[in-house]
Nanobody
Framework: QVQLVESGGGLVQAGDSLRLSCAAS????????MGWFRQPPGKEREFVAVINRSGLTKYYADSVKGRITISKNNAKNTVYLQMNSLKPEDTAVYYCAADLSVRLSTAQNEYDYWGQGTQVTVSS
């Protein structure tokens, strides 16, 4: 079992930065991959970024490349999503998720555990 709790969301203006955190508990943090997904209002949930268990391999959605960075601290059992140059289209509920498989995945159905989400709202 893995429990995930996101934090750090809020209301910001376009161009601002925000860092989301996801604290994990339960199974040893370094044994699974971690992803971030988001669900904009009225749309389906979509992939944002993923990081492998060691933290050395990362993938990003094209829409966020260059603006968003995923990182993790295995000692703190926490994964982060640093978001810079935020745009109104980044407005969404952001979810972290844990994938117990070996291969990195951008597909939601590959993830085994999910957090409750944190709201990010970017005003223009």
């Amino acid at each position: 079992q893995v429990q995930l709790v996101e934090s750090g969301g809020g209301l910001v203006q376009a161009g601002d930065s925000l860092r989301l955190s996801c604290a994990a508990s339960g199974r040893t943090f370094s044994t699974y991959n971690m992803g971030w997904f988001r669900q904009p209002p009225g749309k389906e949930r979509e992939f944002v970024a993923v990081i492998n268990r060691s933290g050395l391999t990362k993938y990003y959605a094209d829409s966020v490349k260059g603006r968003i960075t995923i990182s993790k601290n295995n000692a703190k059992n926490t994964v982060y999503l640093q978001m810079n140059s935020l745009k109104p289209e980044d407005t969404a509920v952001y979810y972290c998720a844990a994938d117990l498989s070996v291969r990195l995945s951008t597909a939601q159905n590959e993830y085994d555990y999910w957090g409750q989400g944190t709201q990010v709202t970017v005003s223009s």
